[in-house]
């Protein structure tokens, strides 16, 4: 693949601690497109090595809006499914410029293992020294030894590594979109995780159009549906509950974005700092950046204080543990308060909700956001609508929750870019197998 | 309002740290997808604790976006102590080595990172 792509695949053999590269033949993308549509095609290659793999989009990376998405595909010990789970903030951008399209882990590693991949290169190292460690001291871990705090993680904590159904491969310091439990996939694998790093560089085959484009989508965005609007608070508002806005607010720090996503998906509380102090805290630690939003909103049903449920869900980060099946369960445990919760952390068991049909983390509410997208109020519409939506967005690289708050991102659009970017002819033919395959 | 030099505008209160101006600052550069050449940055590396900005690099400035304000220093003196006791930023990697800011000439759309920047955090004076 010469256009938005690295061209490479990266195959890493933990039991032999072999590393090899594979091209991305154009063959590979003009059938499967990209994303999940490849990262499938690769865990089917490798099946009886139990892959986990880590993909991004042709999208993914690039200033289409939103461009935030990578997968990792496993089979997932919640469903016992092939599943896909999200990472975004910057950690898929920082692989792709890294060097890779696609990574495919195989095998058990003897020993903990680190697997840095950086500017082209992968090197598998041992992990032993933060083994046991939680999620934030090992990427602090990693970053002083590597001596970069750009370097994005992708990691497990205590849950991963003790086998916990609801343990998440975490992206630096927070939680990840990972409902399916592949952290434990990671832990299985001896994998305490991976670092990211890259200075890459993509062409693109037609790169006036492909900008003039997004310019276009993004100039619609900015009067859409979601404009002018930040943070997980307005999400809640827009789902019919304001009041889990209202609840946070007077501990909103600031909110943020993932790469290249209009709208700031990413709310930080300052819990050990004046939530409206601006300069830089003294403090490594002031406070939290909430990533989902059915871990606070279920700690919240339980009747703990907004300070509380954050802290708590602070706690599940640096453990590496799904907050929200946290906040399930512990509901049906009849745990009331944070520390006999926290406590639990190890002994969690039970089963908890996922809506959707268990192919696409529903870390991503099932519906629209915002916008109704022009859907009737039929549950069963909204269901395969938000399927098909979310295989989109795991296609192409884009942020899933920006993708059910944003109907300018049409499928036309994303595929006209690829077609801008790549030269390639992928059409709609082509797209409709591919999310037929990935439902089936 | 932040304001600085060459006519654009800064508000680090309103950035959301999406790395869009980089991006299409990079593209402006390289003619490609690319983060190493752009001259416009948002510093991300205390991204831990929430406090981020915007770096952008002149003929002879570094020009730190701070939340708190806009701090201009001479290229050369960025790479001294701040008043945090902490180097300008991790952020700036190879800042010093970059093109400075021009505007984006010969670009039809002007200043690209006041273009692309979702939440008009950059503005043209």
Not at chain 1, 229 to 244: F, Q, S
Not at chain 1, 265 to 274: A, F, H, Q, R
Not at chain 1, 286 to 302: D, M, Q, R, V, Y
């Amino acid at each position: 693949m010469e256009y938005l792509s690295t061209g490479k695949i990266l195959i890493v053999d933990l039991e032999t601690r072999e590393v090899t590269e594979e091209e991305l033949a154009d063959d590979l993308v003009a059938g499967r497109i990209g994303g999940a549509g490849i990262t499938k095609h690769l865990y089917e290659q490798h099946e009886e090595r139990d892959p986990v793999v880590l993909g991004t989009g042709l999208l993914t990376g690039t200033l289409y809006p939103g461009s935030a998405l990578g997968v990792v595909t496993a089979k997932s010990p919640v469903t016992g499914n092939l599943s896909h789970s999200p990472f975004t903030l910057d950690a898929a951008v920082e692989l792709k410029y890294a060097g890779f399209d696609y990574v495919v882990i195989k095998g058990v590693s003897e020993k903990p293992a680190f697997l840095w991949i950086h500017d082209g290169i992968a090197d598998i190292s041992d992990a032993a020294d933060v083994w046991g460690k939680d999620v934030w001291e090992t990427t602090n871990a990693w970053r002083k030894t590597l001596g970069d705090d750009l370097i994005q993680t992708l990691l497990i904590g205590p849950a991963g590594e003790s086998g916990s159904d609801f343990a998440q491969i975490c992206v630096n310091y927070w939680a990840s979109g990972d409902r399916f439990g592949l952290g434990k996939r990671f832990g299985q694998k001896r994998l305490k995780g991976i670092g990211l790093r890259g200075m890459g560089l993509f062409e693109i085959a037609d790169a006036e159009g492909f900008v003039d484009r997004c310019l276009e989508l993004l100039t619609q965005l900015k009067s859409g549906a979601a404009s002018g609007k930040k943070g997980i608070g307005e999400i809640y508002a827009a789902l019919g509950m304001p009041e889990v806005r209202d609840w946070l607010n007077s501990l909103v720090h600031r909110h943020s974005a993932c790469f290249n996503t209009p709208f700031a998906t990413n709310t930080y509380v300052y819990l050990d700092e004046d939530p409206k102090r601006l300069t830089e805290p003294e403090t490594d630690d002031p406070g939290f950046k909430i990533t989902e939003l059915f871990g606070l909103l279920g700690l919240k049903k339980i009747g703990l204080s907004a300070e509380a449920a954050c802290r708590l869900l602070k706690a599940c980060a640096r453990y590496g543990i799904d907050g929200a099946a946290v906040a399930e369960l512990s509901e049906k445990a009849d745990l009331k308060e944070s520390g006999e919760i926290e406590r639990s952390f190890a002994s969690l068991t039970g089963s908890v909700t996922l809506p959707g049909k268990g192919i696409f983390s529903p870390w991503c509410p099932v519906g629209p956001i915002f916008s109704d997208f022009g859907l009737s109020r039929d549950a069963s519409e909204t269901e395969a609508w938000w399927e098909r939506r979310q295989a989109v967005a795991y296609i192409f690289g884009i942020h899933p929750l920006f993708a059910v708050m944003s109907p300018e991102l049409t499928e036309e659009s994303m595929l006209e870019a690829v077609r801008l970017g790549t030269e390639m002819e992928i059409g709609r033919e082509t797209l409709d197998g591919v999310i037929a395959d990935l439902a089936g | 309002m932040r304001r600085v030099d060459m006519g654009i505008k800064i508000d680090a209160l309103k950035c959301t740290a999406c790395m869009a101006c980089e991006l299409v600052c990079g593209y402006h550069r390289d003619d490609a997808f690319a983060l190493l050449s752009s001259c416009i940055v948002p510093y991300r590396a205390r991204a831990k604790k929430d406090y981020f900005g915007v770096l952008l690099k002149e003929e002879e400035d570094l020009v730190i976006a701070r939340p708190e304000g806009v701090e201009v220093r001479k290229i050369g003196a960025a790479e001294e102590e701040s008043d945090s006791g902490k180097k300008a930023d991790a952020s700036a990697k190879p800042m010093l080595l970059r093109e400075p800011c021009d505007l984006c000439e010969e670009m039809k759309y002007g200043p690209m990172c006041v273009k692309f920047c979702p939440v008009d955090a950059i503005t043209l004076e």
